[in-house]
C-alpha cells in the first residue's frame, strides 16, 4: 500500500522568502507519480507540480519545484519568492500506476501543510 | 475550455437520507474520481470511473455507489447516511495515461445532521 507523510502541520515565511515543504513517501512499485496540490480556504484543489518516479530532473513550474530524491523517498516541494495568495493548505499526493503502464486515477494524499505566508 | 463543475455546493441531509452529488468533467476528460475529505484532512479515495464501469474503488462500504454516463459525467450516491460523512467530496477528472494530472471541481460540502 502507498502512504504519503507530511510532518509539518504548519509552516509559516515571509514574504518574499523561499519555503520548503516536505513529503515523504512510502511504496512497493517501481512506477509512480508524485503530485502536489493547492487547497485554498475556498476548497478546491490546484495541481502544482508533478514528478514521475523515473524522470531524472526535478521538476519545475514558475516558482515552484520539486526536490526529488528517490533513494531517501522524499519529494519535497519549493516556493520561490512566497506570495500572500500562498497561504493555503498543501498536499503531496501518489498516483499509482498499474500493471499496463497506464495511469490509474487513484491519489494517496498525506495529511496536508498549512502555509502561512506573513507581510 | 470548461472546467471540472459539482452541484450542488452544500447540502444539509439527516441520518438516514440518500444524497446524490454530481460532476461535470472536463471537456475532453474521459475519466472521473471521486474523493472524501473530512475536516482536516487529505481527500480519500472513494472510486473511479473510466467509460462508464468503475475501474477502481477505495475503502468504502456499498453504500457508496457511482455512475458515469456517455458524456463522461458522473454521479455519486451515498445511501443510509451517517453522521461521519460530512465532508467536502471532490470530483476530479483526467484522461488515462501516464502522469497526466486530475483536474479537481470546487467540491460538495455534505453536512449529515
Known amino acids: 500500500a502507498q502512504k504519503i507523510t507530511q510532518t509539518q502541520p504548519g509552516m509559516f515565511v515571509q514574504e518574499k522568502e523561499a519555503v520548503t515543504l516536505d513529503c515523504t513517501y512510502d511504496?512497493?512499485?517501481?512506477?509512480?507519480?508524485l503530485f502536489w496540490y493547492k487547497q485554498p480556504s475556498s476548497g478546491e484543489m490546484i495541481f502544482l507540480i508533478y514528478?514521475?518516479?523515473?524522470?531524472?530532473q526535478n521538476a519545475t513550474e514558475g516558482r515552484y519545484s520539486l526536490n526529488f530524491q528517490k533513494a531517501r523517498k522524499s519529494a519535497n516541494l519549493v516556493i520561490s519568492a512566497s506570495q500572500l495568495g500562498d497561504s493555503a493548505m498543501y498536499f503531496c499526493?501518489?498516483?499509482?500506476?498499474?500493471?499496463?503502464?497506464?495511469?490509474?486515477?487513484?491519489?494517496?494524499f498525506g495529511q496536508g501543510t498549512i502555509l502561512t505566508v506573513h507581510p | 475550455e470548461t472546467g471540472v463543475t459539482q452541484s450542488p455546493t452544500h447540502l444539509i441531509k439527516t441520518r438516514g437520507q440518500q444524497v446524490t452529488l454530481r460532476c461535470s468533467s472536463q471537456?475532453?476528460?474521459?475519466?472521473v474520481s471521486w474523493y472524501q475529505q473530512a475536516l482536516g484532512q487529505g481527500p480519500q479515495f472513494i472510486f473511479q470511473y473510466y467509460r462508464e464501469e468503475e475501474n477502481g474503488r477505495g475503502n468504502f462500504p456499498p453504500r457508496f455507489s457511482g455512475l458515469q454516463f456517455p458524456n463522461y459525467s458522473s454521479e455519486l450516491n451515498v445511501n443510509a447516511l451517517e453522521l461521519d460523512d460530512s465532508a467536502l467530496y471532490l470530483c476530479?477528472?483526467?484522461?488515462?495515461?501516464?502522469?497526466?494530472?486530475?483536474?479537481f471541481g470546487p467540491g460538495t460540502r455534505l453536512t449529515v445532521l
Open positions: 514528478q514521475g518516479s523515473y524522470d531524472e
Open positions: 499526493a501518489m498516483r499509482e500506476v498499474n500493471a499496463g503502464g497506464t495511469s490509474y486515477g487513484k491519489l494517496t
Open positions: 471537456s475532453g476528460h474521459n475519466t
Open positions: 511504496t512497493s512499485d517501481q512506477s509512480y507519480g
Open positions: 476530479a477528472s483526467s484522461t488515462q495515461g501516464r502522469g497526466v494530472e486530475q483536474f
